[in-house]
Protein backbone atom coordinates (compact mmCIF):
# COMPACT_ATOMS: atom_id res chain seq x y z
CA UNK A 1 0.00 0.00 0.00
CA UNK A 2 1.40 3.43 -0.77
CA UNK A 3 2.16 5.73 1.85
CA UNK A 4 -0.94 8.55 2.83
CA UNK A 5 0.15 11.63 5.58
CA UNK A 6 -3.24 13.51 6.23
CA UNK A 7 -5.15 15.28 8.94
CA UNK A 8 -8.18 14.68 10.46
CA UNK A 9 -9.94 17.15 12.80
CA UNK A 10 -12.20 15.55 15.66
CA UNK A 11 -11.91 18.85 17.67
CA UNK A 12 -11.41 21.99 16.66
CA UNK A 13 -12.47 23.96 19.99
CA UNK A 14 -10.12 25.25 22.96
CA UNK A 15 -10.74 25.87 26.47
CA UNK A 16 -14.16 23.97 26.84
CA UNK A 17 -16.13 22.54 25.00
CA UNK A 18 -19.11 24.42 23.39
CA UNK A 19 -21.81 22.07 21.41
CA UNK A 20 -24.67 24.27 19.78
CA UNK A 21 -26.01 24.99 16.64
CA UNK A 22 -24.12 27.63 15.64
CA UNK A 23 -20.96 25.84 15.79
CA UNK A 24 -21.56 22.20 13.86
CA UNK A 25 -19.70 23.10 11.08
CA UNK A 26 -16.66 24.17 12.91
CA UNK A 27 -17.39 22.06 15.53
CA UNK A 28 -17.47 22.14 19.29
CA UNK A 29 -15.21 19.31 20.72
CA UNK A 30 -12.04 19.80 22.08
CA UNK A 31 -9.14 19.12 20.92
CA UNK A 32 -8.17 15.71 19.10
CA UNK A 33 -6.35 15.76 15.77
CA UNK A 34 -5.80 12.49 13.63
CA UNK A 35 -2.70 11.93 12.29
CA UNK A 36 -3.44 9.91 8.88
CA UNK A 37 -0.95 7.54 7.73
CA UNK A 38 -1.46 3.56 6.15
CA UNK A 39 0.22 1.97 9.36
CA UNK A 40 -0.97 3.52 12.34
CA UNK A 41 -3.64 4.78 14.24
CA UNK A 42 -2.29 8.06 15.88
CA UNK A 43 -3.97 10.81 17.53
CA UNK A 44 -2.47 13.90 19.03
CA UNK A 45 -4.58 14.96 22.31
CA UNK A 46 -7.56 14.12 24.15
CA UNK A 47 -10.13 16.05 24.05
CA UNK A 48 -13.62 15.55 23.83
CA UNK A 49 -13.37 15.59 20.14
CA UNK A 50 -11.69 11.46 21.04
CA UNK A 51 -15.17 10.00 21.92
CA UNK A 52 -15.72 10.23 18.39
CA UNK A 53 -12.26 9.18 17.07
CA UNK A 54 -12.98 6.11 19.29
CA UNK A 55 -16.22 5.12 17.98
CA UNK A 56 -14.40 4.28 14.38
CA UNK A 57 -12.83 1.44 16.24
CA UNK A 58 -15.16 -1.83 16.28
CA UNK A 59 -15.98 -2.61 19.98
CA UNK A 60 -13.77 -5.54 21.08
CA UNK A 61 -11.32 -6.04 18.64
CA UNK A 62 -7.24 -6.48 18.71
CA UNK A 63 -6.27 -2.59 17.81
CA UNK A 64 -3.17 -0.66 18.49
CA UNK A 65 -3.60 3.36 19.12
CA UNK A 66 -1.14 5.96 19.86
CA UNK A 67 -2.45 8.84 21.57
CA UNK A 68 0.02 12.05 21.67
CA UNK A 69 -0.02 14.85 24.38
CA UNK A 70 1.13 18.20 23.75
CA UNK A 71 0.23 19.08 27.25
CA UNK A 72 -1.85 18.59 30.02
CA UNK A 73 -4.60 21.37 30.11
CA UNK A 74 -7.98 19.87 30.36
CA UNK A 75 -8.88 20.99 27.12
CA UNK A 76 -6.33 18.43 25.76
CA UNK A 77 -6.68 15.49 28.29
CA UNK A 78 -10.51 15.39 29.40
CA UNK A 79 -12.05 13.54 26.63
CA UNK A 80 -9.74 9.88 27.55
CA UNK A 81 -12.15 8.56 29.71
CA UNK A 82 -14.81 8.89 26.78
CA UNK A 83 -12.50 7.18 25.10
CA UNK A 84 -14.32 3.80 23.88
CA UNK A 85 -11.74 1.56 23.20
CA UNK A 86 -10.35 1.64 26.91
CA UNK A 87 -12.84 -0.41 27.98
CA UNK A 88 -11.82 -3.42 25.84
CA UNK A 89 -9.04 -5.31 26.67
CA UNK A 90 -8.10 -5.93 23.47
CA UNK A 91 -7.10 -2.35 22.95
CA UNK A 92 -3.06 -1.77 23.24
CA UNK A 93 -3.04 2.06 23.50
CA UNK A 94 0.18 3.54 23.81
CA UNK A 95 0.26 7.38 25.59
CA UNK A 96 3.07 9.25 24.09
CA UNK A 97 5.06 12.52 25.49
CA UNK A 98 8.37 13.77 25.58
CA UNK A 99 7.68 13.97 29.19
CA UNK A 100 9.07 11.05 31.59
CA UNK A 101 6.57 8.02 31.52
CA UNK A 102 5.97 8.14 35.00
CA UNK A 103 5.16 11.80 35.11
CA UNK A 104 2.48 11.16 32.29
CA UNK A 105 0.84 8.62 33.73
CA UNK A 106 0.58 10.17 36.93
CA UNK A 107 -1.32 12.82 35.80
CA UNK A 108 -3.77 11.61 33.09
CA UNK A 109 -4.51 9.34 36.38
CA UNK A 110 -6.10 12.22 37.67
CA UNK A 111 -9.24 11.45 34.85
CA UNK A 112 -9.56 7.95 36.54
CA UNK A 113 -9.51 8.99 40.17
CA UNK A 114 -12.13 7.92 42.03
CA UNK A 115 -13.79 11.16 43.18
CA UNK A 116 -14.15 12.23 39.60
CA UNK A 117 -14.96 9.30 37.97
CA UNK A 118 -16.85 5.57 38.60
CA UNK A 119 -13.11 4.19 38.37
CA UNK A 120 -9.86 3.09 40.86
CA UNK A 121 -7.12 5.07 38.85
CA UNK A 122 -5.68 4.62 35.03
CA UNK A 123 -4.04 1.31 35.08
CA UNK A 124 -7.05 -0.40 36.39
CA UNK A 125 -8.99 0.08 32.53
CA UNK A 126 -9.80 -2.82 30.74
CA UNK A 127 -7.40 -1.82 27.78
CA UNK A 128 -3.57 -2.75 27.96
CA UNK A 129 -2.06 0.72 28.14
CA UNK A 130 1.35 1.75 27.96
CA UNK A 131 3.29 5.25 28.73
CA UNK A 132 6.02 5.98 26.06
CA UNK A 133 8.61 8.97 26.09
CA UNK A 134 9.25 10.51 23.05
CA UNK A 135 12.50 10.80 21.89
CA UNK A 136 13.22 12.84 18.64
CA UNK A 137 13.12 10.83 15.32
CA UNK A 138 10.81 8.03 17.31
CA UNK A 139 8.99 6.31 14.64
CA UNK A 140 5.02 5.01 15.24
CA UNK A 141 3.97 3.11 11.99
CA UNK A 142 6.65 4.23 9.78
CA UNK A 143 5.89 8.02 10.83
CA UNK A 144 9.03 10.19 12.03
CA UNK A 145 8.10 12.56 14.84
CA UNK A 146 10.14 15.01 16.20
CA UNK A 147 8.82 18.05 19.23
CA UNK A 148 9.39 21.48 20.30
CA UNK A 149 8.96 23.43 23.42
CA UNK A 150 5.80 26.00 22.75
CA UNK A 151 5.15 29.37 24.35
CA UNK A 152 2.24 28.19 26.47
CA UNK A 153 1.99 30.35 29.68
CA UNK A 154 2.87 27.07 32.21
CA UNK A 155 4.98 28.95 34.77
CA UNK A 156 4.43 27.59 37.94
CA UNK A 157 7.14 24.66 39.36
CA UNK A 158 4.62 21.76 38.95
CA UNK A 159 4.27 22.62 35.29
CA UNK A 160 5.00 21.15 32.22
CA UNK A 161 5.97 22.29 28.99
CA UNK A 162 3.78 22.00 25.83
CA UNK A 163 5.18 20.58 23.08
CA UNK A 164 4.65 20.99 18.68
CA UNK A 165 5.07 17.99 16.58
CA UNK A 166 6.41 17.70 13.16
CA UNK A 167 4.93 14.16 11.60
CA UNK A 168 7.60 13.09 8.61
CA UNK A 169 6.86 10.58 5.75
CA UNK A 170 9.91 9.74 5.33
CA UNK A 171 10.05 8.72 1.62
CA UNK A 172 8.44 11.86 0.43
CA UNK A 173 10.25 14.04 3.41
CA UNK A 174 6.46 16.02 3.58
CA UNK A 175 5.47 16.55 6.84
CA UNK A 176 2.97 17.63 9.04
CA UNK A 177 3.54 20.24 12.14
CA UNK A 178 0.96 20.23 15.10
CA UNK A 179 1.18 24.08 16.72
CA UNK A 180 -0.90 24.13 19.85
CA UNK A 181 -1.35 25.51 22.23
CA UNK A 182 1.25 28.08 21.61
CA UNK A 183 2.08 32.06 21.94
CA UNK A 184 3.05 33.48 18.52
CA UNK A 185 5.24 36.70 19.31
CA UNK A 186 8.75 37.88 18.24
CA UNK A 187 10.57 36.41 20.65
CA UNK A 188 13.33 33.17 20.88
CA UNK A 189 10.59 30.66 21.31
CA UNK A 190 8.99 31.57 18.50
CA UNK A 191 11.57 31.66 16.36
CA UNK A 192 12.63 28.06 17.82
CA UNK A 193 8.68 27.16 16.40
CA UNK A 194 9.55 28.65 13.04
CA UNK A 195 13.14 26.81 12.45
CA UNK A 196 10.75 23.94 13.32
CA UNK A 197 8.53 23.85 10.98
CA UNK A 198 10.68 25.32 7.94
CA UNK A 199 8.93 24.20 4.95
CA UNK A 200 6.45 21.47 6.19
CA UNK A 201 3.62 20.77 4.30
CA UNK A 202 0.45 20.89 6.20
CA UNK A 203 0.86 23.61 9.33
CA UNK A 204 -1.80 23.61 12.42
CA UNK A 205 -1.47 26.19 14.59
CA UNK A 206 -3.29 27.52 17.41
CA UNK A 207 -4.78 30.73 16.78
CA UNK A 208 -7.85 30.94 19.18
CA UNK A 209 -7.56 34.89 19.03
CA UNK A 210 -8.29 38.68 16.96
CA UNK A 211 -5.95 40.57 16.72
CA UNK A 212 -8.41 42.95 19.12
CA UNK A 213 -8.86 40.02 21.47
CA UNK A 214 -5.06 39.53 21.78
CA UNK A 215 -4.41 42.60 22.86
CA UNK A 216 -6.53 42.05 26.12
CA UNK A 217 -5.08 38.32 26.52
CA UNK A 218 -1.40 38.45 26.11
CA UNK A 219 0.26 36.45 28.39
CA UNK A 220 -2.68 33.59 28.03
CA UNK A 221 -0.67 31.53 26.41
CA UNK A 222 -2.93 31.35 22.77
CA UNK A 223 -2.31 32.90 19.07
CA UNK A 224 -3.76 36.31 17.74
CA UNK A 225 -5.51 34.51 14.16
CA UNK A 226 -2.45 36.88 12.36
CA UNK A 227 0.68 35.75 14.45
CA UNK A 228 -0.43 32.78 13.44
CA UNK A 229 -0.74 33.13 9.62
CA UNK A 230 2.23 35.17 9.88
CA UNK A 231 3.96 31.81 11.47
CA UNK A 232 2.92 30.00 8.42
CA UNK A 233 4.17 32.21 5.92
CA UNK A 234 7.33 32.40 7.25
CA UNK A 235 7.79 28.57 7.47
CA UNK A 236 6.54 28.30 4.02
CA UNK A 237 3.96 25.83 4.89
CA UNK A 238 2.23 24.84 2.16
CA UNK A 239 -1.66 24.96 3.63
CA UNK A 240 -2.42 26.41 7.16
CA UNK A 241 -4.94 25.40 9.39
CA UNK A 242 -5.88 27.34 12.07
CA UNK A 243 -7.71 25.53 15.13
CA UNK A 244 -8.32 26.03 18.90
CA UNK A 245 -11.30 27.87 17.99
CA UNK A 246 -12.73 30.34 21.17
CA UNK A 247 -15.35 29.14 22.37
CA UNK A 248 -17.29 32.26 21.68
CA UNK A 249 -16.94 31.92 17.85
CA UNK A 250 -19.82 30.88 16.23
CA UNK A 251 -19.10 29.28 12.37
CA UNK A 252 -20.40 32.41 10.79
CA UNK A 253 -18.03 34.59 12.84
CA UNK A 254 -15.32 32.08 11.59
CA UNK A 255 -16.64 32.78 8.01
CA UNK A 256 -16.56 36.35 8.14
CA UNK A 257 -13.09 35.90 9.60
CA UNK A 258 -11.49 33.93 7.30
CA UNK A 259 -13.32 36.68 4.61
CA UNK A 260 -11.75 39.36 6.14
CA UNK A 261 -7.91 37.67 6.63
CA UNK A 262 -8.04 36.29 3.20
CA UNK A 263 -8.31 40.03 2.11
CA UNK A 264 -5.31 40.84 4.85
CA UNK A 265 -3.20 38.03 3.67
CA UNK A 266 -3.45 36.91 0.33
CA UNK A 267 -0.38 35.35 -0.29
CA UNK A 268 -1.31 32.58 2.28
CA UNK A 269 -3.08 29.73 2.15
CA UNK A 270 -5.11 29.03 5.43
CA UNK A 271 -8.20 27.44 7.00
CA UNK A 272 -10.20 27.55 10.14
CA UNK A 273 -9.89 23.94 11.14
CA UNK A 274 -13.52 22.27 10.93
CA UNK A 275 -14.08 18.81 12.51
CA UNK A 276 -14.57 16.22 10.52
CA UNK A 277 -12.73 17.12 7.37
CA UNK A 278 -9.20 14.98 6.36
CA UNK A 279 -6.92 17.50 4.83
CA UNK A 280 -4.54 15.64 2.33
CA UNK A 281 -0.98 15.88 2.37
CA UNK A 282 0.02 15.34 -1.46
CA UNK A 283 2.92 13.15 -1.19
CA UNK A 284 3.51 13.33 -4.58
CA UNK A 285 3.50 17.14 -5.28
CA UNK A 286 7.11 18.81 -5.48
CA UNK A 287 7.70 22.38 -3.81
CA UNK A 288 7.24 25.53 -5.93
CA UNK A 289 8.89 29.03 -4.77
CA UNK B 1 -44.02 34.36 44.12
CA UNK B 2 -43.58 31.07 41.98
CA UNK B 3 -40.84 28.61 42.01
CA UNK B 4 -39.36 28.18 38.76
CA UNK B 5 -37.21 25.27 37.45
CA UNK B 6 -35.02 25.41 34.62
CA UNK B 7 -33.06 23.18 32.41
CA UNK B 8 -29.37 24.64 31.30
CA UNK B 9 -27.54 20.86 30.68
CA UNK B 10 -29.80 17.44 30.53
CA UNK B 11 -27.16 15.08 29.33
CA UNK B 12 -25.13 12.47 31.02
CA UNK B 13 -22.11 11.04 31.56
CA UNK B 14 -20.37 13.42 28.85
CA UNK B 15 -21.33 16.63 27.08
CA UNK B 16 -22.37 15.63 23.71
CA UNK B 17 -22.69 18.01 20.14
CA UNK B 18 -24.44 15.74 17.20
CA UNK B 19 -27.10 18.13 15.60
CA UNK B 20 -29.60 14.96 16.46
CA UNK B 21 -29.56 15.42 19.92
CA UNK B 22 -30.18 19.28 20.14
CA UNK B 23 -33.47 19.19 20.57
CA UNK B 24 -33.17 17.93 24.24
CA UNK B 25 -29.59 18.91 24.33
CA UNK B 26 -25.88 18.15 24.53
CA UNK B 27 -25.18 19.91 27.36
CA UNK B 28 -24.16 17.91 31.20
CA UNK B 29 -26.03 18.17 34.24
CA UNK B 30 -26.74 21.80 35.27
CA UNK B 31 -30.02 22.83 36.70
CA UNK B 32 -31.20 26.29 38.43
CA UNK B 33 -33.93 27.11 40.59
CA UNK B 34 -35.19 30.49 40.55
CA UNK B 35 -37.03 32.42 43.34
CA UNK B 36 -37.41 36.16 44.16
CA UNK B 37 -34.95 36.12 46.63
CA UNK B 38 -31.54 37.56 46.00
CA UNK B 39 -29.74 34.58 45.23
CA UNK B 40 -29.00 32.43 42.46
CA UNK B 41 -29.43 29.11 43.01
CA UNK B 42 -27.82 26.36 40.74
CA UNK B 43 -27.70 22.58 40.98
CA UNK B 44 -24.15 21.27 39.76
CA UNK B 45 -21.78 22.33 37.21
CA UNK B 46 -21.98 20.83 33.70
CA UNK B 47 -21.23 22.15 31.02
CA UNK B 48 -24.36 24.00 30.69
CA UNK B 49 -23.31 26.04 33.12
CA UNK B 50 -20.98 28.06 30.80
CA UNK B 51 -23.79 30.06 28.70
CA UNK B 52 -25.82 30.71 31.47
CA UNK B 53 -22.62 32.04 33.61
CA UNK B 54 -22.13 33.96 30.71
CA UNK B 55 -25.70 35.30 30.42
CA UNK B 56 -25.97 36.26 33.90
CA UNK B 57 -22.63 37.87 34.19
CA UNK B 58 -24.03 39.86 30.88
CA UNK B 59 -27.19 40.43 32.82
CA UNK B 60 -26.38 39.99 36.60
CA UNK B 61 -28.96 40.69 39.39
CA UNK B 62 -27.82 39.46 42.39
CA UNK B 63 -24.20 39.02 43.81
CA UNK B 64 -24.79 35.53 45.99
CA UNK B 65 -24.23 32.67 44.60
CA UNK B 66 -25.49 28.99 46.00
CA UNK B 67 -24.29 25.77 44.29
CA UNK B 68 -25.40 22.62 45.42
CA UNK B 69 -23.71 19.72 43.92
CA UNK B 70 -24.81 15.96 44.05
CA UNK B 71 -21.17 14.70 43.00
CA UNK B 72 -18.54 15.10 41.81
CA UNK B 73 -17.88 13.09 38.86
CA UNK B 74 -16.40 14.73 35.72
CA UNK B 75 -20.28 15.52 33.66
CA UNK B 76 -21.08 17.41 37.10
CA UNK B 77 -18.65 19.42 38.26
CA UNK B 78 -16.00 19.72 35.06
CA UNK B 79 -17.63 23.37 33.94
CA UNK B 80 -17.23 24.85 37.36
CA UNK B 81 -14.05 27.18 37.15
CA UNK B 82 -15.77 28.55 33.74
CA UNK B 83 -18.26 30.27 35.39
CA UNK B 84 -18.01 33.72 34.43
CA UNK B 85 -19.16 35.45 37.79
CA UNK B 86 -16.58 33.47 39.58
CA UNK B 87 -14.26 36.51 38.15
CA UNK B 88 -15.77 39.18 39.79
CA UNK B 89 -14.18 39.79 42.63
CA UNK B 90 -18.09 41.68 44.14
CA UNK B 91 -19.82 37.88 44.04
CA UNK B 92 -19.97 35.48 46.97
CA UNK B 93 -20.28 31.89 45.52
CA UNK B 94 -21.40 29.32 48.26
CA UNK B 95 -20.64 25.42 47.30
CA UNK B 96 -22.89 22.97 49.14
CA UNK B 97 -22.17 19.91 48.94
CA UNK B 98 -21.73 16.23 50.81
CA UNK B 99 -19.59 15.51 53.83
CA UNK B 100 -16.45 14.01 52.50
CA UNK B 101 -15.90 10.11 52.01
CA UNK B 102 -12.27 10.18 50.07
CA UNK B 103 -12.10 13.96 49.32
CA UNK B 104 -13.01 17.00 50.49
CA UNK B 105 -14.78 18.37 47.90
CA UNK B 106 -12.74 22.00 48.45
CA UNK B 107 -9.88 20.24 47.78
CA UNK B 108 -11.39 18.80 44.79
CA UNK B 109 -12.69 22.16 43.64
CA UNK B 110 -9.17 23.80 44.26
CA UNK B 111 -7.36 20.66 42.41
CA UNK B 112 -9.27 21.78 38.89
CA UNK B 113 -7.85 25.25 39.38
CA UNK B 114 -4.33 23.82 39.11
CA UNK B 115 -2.23 25.28 36.58
CA UNK B 116 -0.32 22.71 34.90
CA UNK B 117 -4.14 21.61 34.35
CA UNK B 118 -6.52 25.03 33.73
CA UNK B 119 -6.49 26.33 29.99
CA UNK B 120 -6.91 29.72 31.94
CA UNK B 121 -4.94 31.91 34.39
CA UNK B 122 -6.42 31.05 37.78
CA UNK B 123 -6.20 34.20 38.54
CA UNK B 124 -8.97 35.81 36.97
CA UNK B 125 -11.10 34.02 39.58
CA UNK B 126 -11.48 36.44 41.83
CA UNK B 127 -15.17 35.87 43.34
CA UNK B 128 -15.15 34.94 47.44
CA UNK B 129 -16.08 31.31 47.32
CA UNK B 130 -17.31 29.07 51.02
CA UNK B 131 -17.71 25.82 51.02
CA UNK B 132 -20.50 24.06 52.93
CA UNK B 133 -20.69 20.41 54.09
CA UNK B 134 -24.28 18.81 53.87
CA UNK B 135 -25.12 15.68 56.38
CA UNK B 136 -27.05 13.51 54.01
CA UNK B 137 -30.51 13.75 54.62
CA UNK B 138 -30.05 16.91 56.76
CA UNK B 139 -32.01 20.12 55.23
CA UNK B 140 -31.02 23.99 55.61
CA UNK B 141 -32.39 27.42 54.53
CA UNK B 142 -31.16 29.53 51.79
CA UNK B 143 -32.03 32.97 52.50
CA UNK B 144 -35.59 34.05 53.86
CA UNK B 145 -37.95 31.39 52.00
CA UNK B 146 -36.28 28.22 50.72
CA UNK B 147 -35.34 25.41 52.17
CA UNK B 148 -33.28 22.41 50.75
CA UNK B 149 -33.91 19.37 51.52
CA UNK B 150 -31.55 15.64 50.76
CA UNK B 151 -31.75 12.36 50.44
CA UNK B 152 -28.21 10.05 49.73
CA UNK B 153 -28.82 8.49 46.54
CA UNK B 154 -27.64 4.79 45.25
CA UNK B 155 -24.41 6.22 43.24
CA UNK B 156 -20.91 6.18 44.10
CA UNK B 157 -19.91 8.15 47.61
CA UNK B 158 -22.41 10.06 48.43
CA UNK B 159 -24.36 11.27 45.70
CA UNK B 160 -27.50 13.60 46.94
CA UNK B 161 -30.76 14.08 46.10
CA UNK B 162 -32.06 17.29 46.02
CA UNK B 163 -35.14 18.93 47.04
CA UNK B 164 -35.98 22.28 47.03
CA UNK B 165 -38.85 24.25 48.65
CA UNK B 166 -40.07 27.32 48.11
CA UNK B 167 -43.89 29.25 49.03
CA UNK B 168 -45.27 25.54 48.76
CA UNK B 169 -44.01 24.46 45.65
CA UNK B 170 -40.89 21.65 45.31
CA UNK B 171 -38.21 21.06 43.00
CA UNK B 172 -36.34 17.87 43.41
CA UNK B 173 -33.26 16.43 41.71
CA UNK B 174 -32.69 12.64 41.68
CA UNK B 175 -29.50 12.03 39.89
CA UNK B 176 -27.73 9.80 39.63
CA UNK B 177 -29.42 6.93 40.90
CA UNK B 178 -29.29 3.27 40.22
CA UNK B 179 -32.10 0.69 41.43
CA UNK B 180 -30.97 -0.81 44.63
CA UNK B 181 -32.75 -4.03 44.60
CA UNK B 182 -31.07 -7.62 44.34
CA UNK B 183 -28.14 -5.86 46.45
CA UNK B 184 -27.08 -3.15 43.81
CA UNK B 185 -25.53 -1.25 46.53
CA UNK B 186 -23.34 1.79 45.11
CA UNK B 187 -23.32 4.83 47.85
CA UNK B 188 -20.98 4.55 50.69
CA UNK B 189 -22.24 2.87 53.74
CA UNK B 190 -24.98 1.21 51.45
CA UNK B 191 -23.15 -2.23 51.90
CA UNK B 192 -22.76 -1.69 55.79
CA UNK B 193 -26.08 -0.38 56.42
CA UNK B 194 -28.35 -3.89 54.30
CA UNK B 195 -25.48 -6.32 56.63
CA UNK B 196 -27.56 -4.36 59.53
CA UNK B 197 -30.95 -3.87 58.18
CA UNK B 198 -32.44 -6.82 56.44
CA UNK B 199 -34.99 -4.29 55.20
CA UNK B 200 -32.89 -1.68 53.86
CA UNK B 201 -34.02 -2.08 50.30
CA UNK B 202 -37.54 -1.81 51.44
CA UNK B 203 -36.13 0.90 53.43
CA UNK B 204 -34.39 3.28 50.87
CA UNK B 205 -37.01 2.87 48.69
CA UNK B 206 -39.98 3.84 51.24
CA UNK B 207 -37.44 7.11 52.07
CA UNK B 208 -36.93 8.49 48.39
CA UNK B 209 -40.23 8.01 48.13
CA UNK B 210 -41.08 10.02 51.40
CA UNK B 211 -38.26 12.56 50.11
CA UNK B 212 -40.25 13.28 47.04
CA UNK B 213 -44.01 13.62 48.22
CA UNK B 214 -46.20 15.41 46.98
CA UNK B 215 -43.65 17.45 45.16
CA UNK B 216 -44.53 19.74 41.67
CA UNK B 217 -41.67 18.19 40.04
CA UNK B 218 -39.14 15.75 39.75
CA UNK B 219 -35.86 15.62 37.64
CA UNK B 220 -35.05 11.64 37.74
CA UNK B 221 -31.93 10.04 36.12
CA UNK B 222 -33.59 8.13 33.03
CA UNK B 223 -30.20 7.46 31.14
CA UNK B 224 -31.22 3.87 30.22
CA UNK B 225 -34.11 1.42 28.93
CA UNK B 226 -35.35 -1.37 30.52
CA UNK B 227 -33.66 -3.38 27.95
CA UNK B 228 -30.30 -1.39 28.56
CA UNK B 229 -30.35 -0.92 31.65
CA UNK B 230 -26.61 -1.93 33.65
CA UNK B 231 -27.94 -1.29 37.77
CA UNK B 232 -24.24 -1.34 38.28
CA UNK B 233 -23.59 1.81 36.40
CA UNK B 234 -25.30 3.61 38.69
CA UNK B 235 -28.26 5.10 36.49
CA UNK B 236 -32.39 3.89 36.43
CA UNK B 237 -34.83 3.86 33.69
CA UNK B 238 -38.06 5.71 33.18
CA UNK B 239 -40.77 2.95 34.67
CA UNK B 240 -38.46 2.48 37.30
CA UNK B 241 -38.83 6.76 37.79
CA UNK B 242 -42.19 6.56 37.42
CA UNK B 243 -42.96 3.75 39.71
CA UNK B 244 -41.00 6.34 42.18
CA UNK B 245 -43.11 9.59 41.45
CA UNK B 246 -46.30 7.60 41.61
CA UNK B 247 -45.91 6.54 44.84
CA UNK B 248 -44.86 9.62 46.33
CA UNK B 249 -47.97 11.90 44.73
CA UNK B 250 -45.44 13.56 42.29
CA UNK B 251 -47.42 15.76 40.18
CA UNK B 252 -44.46 15.92 36.74
CA UNK B 253 -41.64 13.57 36.19
CA UNK B 254 -39.09 15.08 34.10
CA UNK B 255 -36.56 12.15 32.45
CA UNK B 256 -33.24 12.99 32.97
CA UNK B 257 -29.60 12.48 32.35
CA UNK B 258 -29.76 11.41 28.67
CA UNK B 259 -27.34 9.01 27.17
CA UNK B 260 -24.82 10.10 25.22
CA UNK B 261 -25.47 7.97 22.60
CA UNK B 262 -29.91 9.07 22.59
CA UNK B 263 -30.55 11.08 19.90
CA UNK B 264 -33.60 13.11 20.06
CA UNK B 265 -35.45 10.35 18.91
CA UNK B 266 -34.42 7.88 21.58
CA UNK B 267 -35.23 10.21 24.26
CA UNK B 268 -38.97 11.00 23.18
CA UNK B 269 -39.00 7.06 22.81
CA UNK B 270 -38.42 7.15 26.28
CA UNK B 271 -41.47 9.08 26.45
CA UNK B 272 -43.27 7.60 24.59
CA UNK B 273 -43.00 4.07 26.56
CA UNK B 274 -44.35 5.37 30.20
CA UNK B 275 -46.56 8.07 28.36
CA UNK B 276 -49.82 6.19 28.45
CA UNK B 277 -49.14 4.44 31.83
CA UNK B 278 -48.34 7.75 33.68
CA UNK B 279 -51.71 9.29 32.60
CA UNK B 280 -53.62 6.16 33.73
CA UNK B 281 -51.37 6.83 37.44
CA UNK B 282 -52.02 11.04 36.76
CA UNK B 283 -48.18 12.30 36.55
CA UNK B 284 -47.45 14.49 33.48
CA UNK B 285 -43.90 12.87 32.35
CA UNK B 286 -41.88 15.32 29.96
CA UNK B 287 -38.28 14.30 28.65
CA UNK B 288 -35.96 17.58 30.39
CA UNK B 289 -35.01 19.76 27.79
CA UNK B 290 -31.96 22.56 27.95
CA UNK B 291 -33.38 25.64 28.03
CA UNK B 292 -36.74 24.50 29.47
CA UNK B 293 -38.31 26.58 32.41
CA UNK B 294 -40.85 25.06 34.30
CA UNK B 295 -42.81 27.63 36.64
CA UNK B 296 -44.59 26.10 40.10
CA UNK B 297 -46.79 28.27 41.47
Known amino acids: ?289 | MPLKLCLNGVRGSRPTDRPDQMTFGCNSTNIEFKTDEDFYLILDGGTGLIPRGKSISENQKHSNFNFIITHTHWDHILALPYFKPLQDPNNTVTFYSSKPTKAKFEELFHRLLKEKNLPIPASVIKANINFKTVEPGSSFNIGNSVSVDTYQLNHQDITLGYRVNHNNHSACVITDNAPIDNGNYMGEGMKTAAKNNPSFEKDFTQGLINFLSKADTVVYDTHFTNDTLKADWGHSTPEIALDICHKAGVKRLLLFHHAPEDDDNDVQAKVDSIKDRAQKLGVEVEAATEGKEWVHG
Open chain 1, 1 to 289: MGSRLAVKFWGTRGIIPSPRKETVVHGGNTSCIEIISNNAHIAVDAGFGISHFGETFPEAQPVDIHIIFTHLHWDHIQGLPFFNPVYFPQTNLYLHSPLPKNILKQELNILFNESYSPFNGIENMPANISFHKINHGDQIGGVEISYVELQHSLSSEDCNPCYGYRFTEPTSSKSVSIITDHEASDNQANKKVLDFILDSDLIVHDAQYTHEEYQEKKGWGHSSMDAAIKNISLANGVQGLLTHHDPSRNDIDLDILHTNLKKKYSGASFEFAKERLIYEVNLKAKKTG
